[in-house]
């Protein structure tokens, strides 16, 4: 008898460590919410996207490079300004510090100090990006979607499925604007365990999986062209916790997913870690430039490590794209203006070339 409960506990046990979670609105950031993470080089980590399913173990061996933190602030906390361009009660965090390269696109208009801020729908229950805000030349301006983001709708469950569309207007007053237009599908594809370095007893998780497909418009004194970025975040959810324990980001490429970023839920190591300022200003230029020939070679920072590279017509079309090289040859193509985009991990640069 003794013998027959022990087996039955220990089942109950396993049982209970591999259970089936949900997560709800419960579980999102909420404001003055403080995050650390580590972030992974993802040379040299093999994560494959498809490994995911039910009951599914999560182990990969994360080896963190740097640390950030994430902090969730409200807008007025950001800028006593942004309160009369904002609605109250949202919350947000510091996306990226800057966009390199675009104060040369948009001569003359430094974007820096991006936000992105969330508000917890009640009706449906649902986590949404509902607005954003940056410093214009110096001047905060805040900016609400037409079509909020939805990140996720509740109760998030395996086999959830939803998707919706989005837009976002940057209007830059007397000189133009940028448009952010997109489509977010996002599905629960897989439950289990997930074990890292900040979770060093498997925990219970689900992944979500959403796909990203966004063009963002630029019209700048009269001249009007468009970006495409399509994209596949990855994020491990457990209950208790108000951020990932794993996030892990894909640009699509040619059809194929290339990993650009890795973070996981951590510790501060670092005592000189501070709030995460997204990306950093970055020297990435072209030369010569113009060139008569077609043929230019870009500056690339040393920490960068591997990088990738579209260029894009005046007409939004993607005319070149390559990994890893810095030499870009457009000698086929006819005179113009073109636009060289630079992705490595989460830092990116636009770089103008004339032909």
Same mark, same amino acid.
């Given at each position: 008898?003794?013998?027959?409960?022990?087996?039955?506990?220990?089942?109950?046990?396993?049982?209970?460590?591999?259970?089936?979670?949900?997560?709800?609105?419960?579980?999102?950031?909420?404001?003055?919410?403080?995050?650390?993470?580590?972030?992974?080089?993802?040379?040299?980590?093999?994560?494959?996207?498809?490994?995911?399913?039910?009951?599914?173990?999560?182990?990969?061996?994360?080896?963190?490079?740097?640390?950030?933190?994430?902090?969730?602030?409200?807008?007025?906390?950001?800028?006593?300004?942004?309160?009369?361009?904002?609605?109250?009660?949202?919350?947000?965090?510091?996306?990226?510090?800057?966009?390199?390269?675009?104060?040369?696109?948009?001569?003359?208009?430094?974007?820096?100090?991006?936000?992105?801020?969330?508000?917890?729908?009640?009706?449906?229950?649902?986590?949404v990006a509902v607005a954003f805000s940056a410093s214009i030349n110096s001047i905060p301006l805040g900016t609400t979607y037409t079509d909020p983001d939805v990140w996720?709708?509740?109760?998030?469950?395996?086999?959830?499925?939803?998707?919706?569309?989005?837009?976002?207007?940057?209007? &830059?007053?007397?000189?133009?604007? @940028? +448009?952010?237009?997109? !489509? #977010?599908?996002?599905? =629960? %594809?897989?439950?289990?365990?997930?074990?890292?370095?900040?979770?060093?007893?498997?925990?219970?998780?689900?992944?979500?999986?959403?796909?990203?497909?966004?063009?963002?418009?630029?019209?700048?004194?009269?001249?009007?062209?468009?970006?495409?970025?399509?994209?596949?975040?990855?994020?491990?959810?457990?209950?208790?916790?108000?951020?990932?324990?794993?996030?892990?980001?894909?640009?699509? &490429?040619?059809?194929?997913?290339? @990993? +650009?970023?890795?973070? !996981? #839920?951590?510790?501060? =190591? %670092?005592?000189?870690?501070?709030?995460?300022?997204?990306?950093?200003?970055?020297?990435?230029?072209?030369?010569?430039?113009?060139?008569?020939?077609?043929?230019?070679?870009?500056?690339?920072?040393?920490?960068?490590?591997?990088?990738?590279?579209?260029?894009?017509?005046?007409?939004?079309?993607?005319?070149?794209?390559?990994?890893?090289?810095?030499?870009?040859?457009?000698?086929?193509?006819?005179?113009?203006?073109?636009?060289?985009?630079?992705?490595?991990g989460t830092n990116l640069a636009f770089v103008p070339l004339v032909k």
């Amino acid at each position: 008898m003794k013998r027959l409960l022990t087996i039955i506990a220990t089942t109950l046990t396993c049982n209970y460590g591999h259970a089936q979670i949900t997560i709800t609105g419960a579980d999102m950031p909420v404001a003055h919410d403080t995050f650390a993470y580590s972030t992974v080089q993802p040379a040299g980590v093999t994560i494959n996207p498809g490994d995911s399913g039910a009951n599914f173990s999560w182990n990969y061996p994360l080896v963190g490079t740097s640390q950030g933190m994430d902090i969730f602030k409200t807008a007025a906390e950001v800028s006593p300004l942004l309160s009369f361009t904002l609605p109250p009660g949202l919350y947000g965090y510091r996306v990226a510090d800057s966009i390199p390269g675009l104060g040369i696109l948009m001569a003359g208009i430094t974007i820096q100090n991006m936000y992105t801020y969330f508000q917890h729908l009640a009706i449906p229950s649902a986590y949404v990006a509902v607005a954003f805000s940056a410093s214009i030349n110096s001047i905060p301006l805040g900016t609400t979607y037409t079509d909020p983001d939805v990140w996720y709708t509740f109760p998030l469950a395996y086999g959830h499925t939803d998707s919706f569309n989005y837009k976002l207007p940057i209007n &830059i007053p007397t000189i133009g604007g @940028i +448009t952010q237009a997109g !489509y #977010r599908k996002t599905v =629960v %594809d897989g439950w289990g365990t997930i074990s890292t370095p900040y979770y060093t007893t498997p925990v219970n998780c689900i992944r979500v999986r959403s796909e990203i497909n966004e063009i963002d418009s630029i019209d700048f004194s009269g001249t009007s062209f468009g970006l495409p970025r399509n994209s596949v975040e990855y994020k491990w959810l457990v209950n208790g916790d108000h951020f990932p324990a794993l996030w892990v980001t894909s640009s699509v &490429i040619g059809g194929n997913e290339v @990993i +650009t970023n890795i973070r !996981y #839920r951590d510790h501060i =190591v %670092d005592k000189t870690v501070v709030p995460n300022t997204g990306n950093a200003d970055a020297n990435v230029s072209a030369y010569p430039n113009p060139s008569l020939n077609g043929i230019y070679t870009l500056s690339i920072p040393s920490g960068w490590g591997n990088f990738h590279v579209d260029v894009f017509d005046m007409r939004s079309a993607m005319i070149a794209s390559q990994d890893n090289n810095s030499v870009i040859n457009l000698q086929s193509l006819p005179a113009g203006n073109y636009v060289a985009r630079v992705i490595s991990g989460t830092n990116l640069a636009f770089v103008p070339l004339v032909k």
